[in-house]
């Protein structure tokens, strides 16, 4: 990661006041105000069932920054399950490489940050699941089978309909809980 880009996005996470988080993705700082009640809401929902299925070894862990340096990418999903040792660490950020799978639900204000950015750089970052809870959309979406450049699976729910999340969890996603905007 370019030495500037990293101490601008140490400067802009020092200065911003609390409920604020902030990401980079190549020479773009993403800057986010806290989520709503529905979106906390939702991400219980879909964690509880994680947290069910994740293998010994994995840990949830929420808004942890995960970097790839060497592509330029700072980024803090929602959810996150990371190997033991990953977080045995009094760093802020873990390498994104390590996460088992990147789960987001989709920012009213900034949709793209989510459904075009996180794409792009989730792949290059080496995270071999992204799902993507759409609350305003009541879809639910599954990226897998990256290769180092963008994933080559993609499957597509509405909220009331199951999606099967592949190992290491190996499960099918509720989604009749989860709330619309």
Same mark, same amino acid.
């Given at each position: 990661?370019? =030495?500037?880009?990293?101490?601008?996005?140490?400067?802009?996470?020092?200065? /911003?006041?609390?409920?604020f988080k902030v990401e980079i993705s190549g020479d773009t700082i993403v800057m986010m105000v806290s989520p709503?009640?529905?979106? !906390?809401?939702?991400?219980?929902?879909?964690?509880? !069932?994680?947290? @069910?299925?994740?293998? @010994?070894?994995?840990?949830?862990?929420?808004?942890?920054? /995960? #970097?790839?340096? +060497?592509?330029?990418?700072?980024? +803090?999903?929602?959810?996150?399950?990371?190997?033991?040792? @990953?977080?045995?660490?009094?760093? +802020?950020?873990?390498p994104a490489e390590a996460a088992a799978v990147a789960v987001e639900l989709v920012s009213p204000s900034n949709?793209? +940050?989510?459904?075009?950015?996180?794409? $792009?750089?989730? %792949?290059?970052?080496?995270?071999?699941?992204?799902?993507?809870?759409? @609350?305003?959309?009541?879809?639910?979406? /599954?990226?897998? $089978? %990256?290769?180092?450049?963008?994933?080559?699976?993609?499957?597509?729910?509405?909220?009331?309909?199951?999606?099967?999340? =592949?190992? %290491?969890?190996?499960?099918?996603? #509720?989604?009749?809980?989860?709330? %619309?905007?």
């Open positions: 990661m370019n =030495p500037e880009h990293f101490a601008l996005l140490e400067e802009a996470r020092r200065s /911003l006041p609390d409920g709503s009640g529905i979106h !906390q809401r939702n991400l219980l929902m879909v964690r509880r !069932q994680f947290d @069910a299925h994740a293998p @010994a070894g994995l840990l949830p862990s929420e808004n942890t920054d /995960l #970097v790839s340096p +060497n592509v330029g990418k700072s980024r +803090n999903p929602d959810l996150t399950y990371l190997p033991d040792e @990953a977080l045995e660490t009094t760093d +802020n950020q873990v949709p793209e +940050n989510d459904w075009v950015g996180k794409v $792009r750089d989730y %792949p290059l970052m080496g995270i071999p699941l992204y799902l993507l809870i759409d @609350a305003g959309q009541k879809t639910v979406t /599954l990226f897998s $089978r %990256p290769d180092g450049t963008r994933y080559h699976r993609r499957e597509d729910v509405d909220f009331g309909e199951h999606l099967h999340i =592949p190992e %290491p969890f190996g499960f099918d996603l #509720v989604t009749s809980g989860l709330l %619309p905007y």
